[in-house]
């Protein structure tokens, strides 16, 4: 028998940092990503507007990648140039694209095709089609039609990478309806599907006969969550909420023109996210003591939005004849001139969460995000954003590791896409790669 052929130690190197031993499976991954996470929210680190790109139709993000001409065309935002990776062919009005979500390869399921193991993204068309499309090169994979009596607008997750919620625009019944006064029951529909291959779990009709003066409704995590003008928020489910649940009505107290949104946390953690215009509550779900077929929600760390009183809310005014009235009155919690929050996401990697932030000063609106601990709420680091912010269009941020993506809308339907790339003192990041690979460096097995 000859001698046995020696491994590539590089080759070797890389499938470890990738956990394909067992004895130390993901623990280099962990041990970068935890740098990385230091590096991010230590002071002296900066992020940079690296470069700026304008368009006509809307502009979205996924997973680094940048999306232009309603998703025909994209773009790689992990160099510091865009580089181009595909260009789907142009299209009529009724074919494009309205949403899209990534879905990527599930761990450990055999799949029925080869190119199903790679990332796809699931997108929905003008006219009803659900379509799921190759990530890499733009081919359409497999597609369905979802129905002709509504009209589907919005993708979203119900369980992440498996079951998909189709939300339809709500409806506002015909003119001669509204003229004579008649209001439409249904107010929208959602259409659950499993992915891959697409299959119908059910369609699900949310009508003001049942559920009262609704606004919007959405699904995650088998609950159904519905809300309400006032600011009443409902959570269904079935079994577990309206069966066996208390507080499953949250209230934000809050008096504004916008209306609070609330979703289940994107960490599994069971946590719910609760959004007002100046707070943030995290609420966790737990089992009521000494009974465990009950449960209940309760808080489990709030952020509070930086804001002073107004000095002249009811400062006394003198008028002429030398009469002194008092003015008293409140301003409204989403005031544009009080600091605001606008977009919560969570950075699953860094474990993260992103809070955007703005204040109206004059006719300027100025933003910041901010980066709070996810288990206890502490605020991390706050990077303001050079552009201004203008509250009457609408806004996207993105926080991806070591990249920051703003999106807006501006006047006569421009879209700006602005990149922004962490700068770190060299001398710094040396030391704190130092500090952790010193730190871990008894859990490093060869």
């Known amino acids: 028998m000859g001698p046995s052929q020696k491994r590539n130690v590089c080759r070797r190197l890389s499938r470890r940092a990738l956990g394909f031993f067992s004895r130390d499976a993901g623990v280099v991954q962990r041990t970068n990503l935890g740098i990385l996470r230091a590096l991010v929210c230590q002071e002296s680190t900066k992020f940079k507007n690296v470069w700026t790109t304008h368009s006509k139709s809307p502009i979205a993000y996924e997973r680094g990648r940048i999306y232009f001409d309603n998703y025909r065309c994209c773009v790689s935002s ?30 450990g399921e055999m799949l029925p095709n080869t190119s199903d193991y790679k990332s796809s993204l699931i997108a929905l068309t003008a006219h009803n089609w659900l379509l799921r499309i190759s990530a890499t090169t733009g081919k359409v994979l497999e597609k369905i039609y979802l129905a002709s009596y509504c009209k589907f607008r919005y993708l979203s997750w119900d369980t992440p990478q498996e079951v998909i919620a189709v939300k339809s625009a709500q409806s506002k019944g015909s003119a001669l309806a509204q003229q004579a006064g008649i209001q439409q029951p249904v107010l929208l529909y959602l259409a659950v599907f499993h992915v891959l291959p697409f299959s119908l779990i059910g369609i699900l009709e949310i009508n003001k006969k049942i559920f009262g003066s609704v606004t919007d409704a959405t699904l995650s995590h088998g609950i159904l969550i519905v809300m309400y003008s006032s600011g009443l928020v409902r959570l269904y489910s079935f079994q577990a909420i309206t069966e066996q649940a208390k507080n499953g009505v949250q209230e934000m107290e809050c008096c504004s023109l916008e209306s609070d949104w609330i979703y289940f946390h994107p960490d599994a953690s069971g946590r719910i996210i609760h959004v007002g ?82 204040t109206q000063i004059d006719a300027e609106g100025k933003a910041h995000l901010d980066f709070h601990c996810n288990e206890y709420g502490t605020l991390l680091k706050s990077i303001p954003l050079v552009e201004s912010w203008d509250v009457t269009y609408s806004h996207e941020v993105y926080f991806d590791r070591d990249l920051v993506l703003h999106i807006e809308q501006k006047p006569s339907r421009v879209f700006s896409c602005y990149v922004y790339q962490m700068v770190c003192d060299p001398g710094e990041e040396e030391e704190t790669t130092n500090r952790s690979c010193k730190k871990d460096c008894n859990n490093f097995k060869f």
């Open 78 to 107: 992990v160099a510091s140039e865009p580089r181009k990776l595909y260009e789907m062919p142009k299209c009529s009005k009724s074919e494009k694209i309205e949403d899209a979500l990534l879905w990527e390869c599930p761990v």
């Open 277 to 358: 215009p100046n707070q943030v509550k995290v609420l966790k779900l737990s089992e009521v003591e000494n009974n465990s077929a009950q449960h209940q929600i309760s808080e489990d760390f709030v952020i509070l939005a930086n804001r002073e009183k107004n000095k002249n809310e009811n400062l006394p005014t003198v008028t002429a004849s030398g009469r002194v009235v008092k003015k008293s009155f409140n301003l409204l919690d989403d005031d544009p001139e009080q600091e605001t929050f606008k977009i919560v996401d969570y950075e699953d990697e860094l474990d993260l969460l992103s809070v955007v932030a703005v």
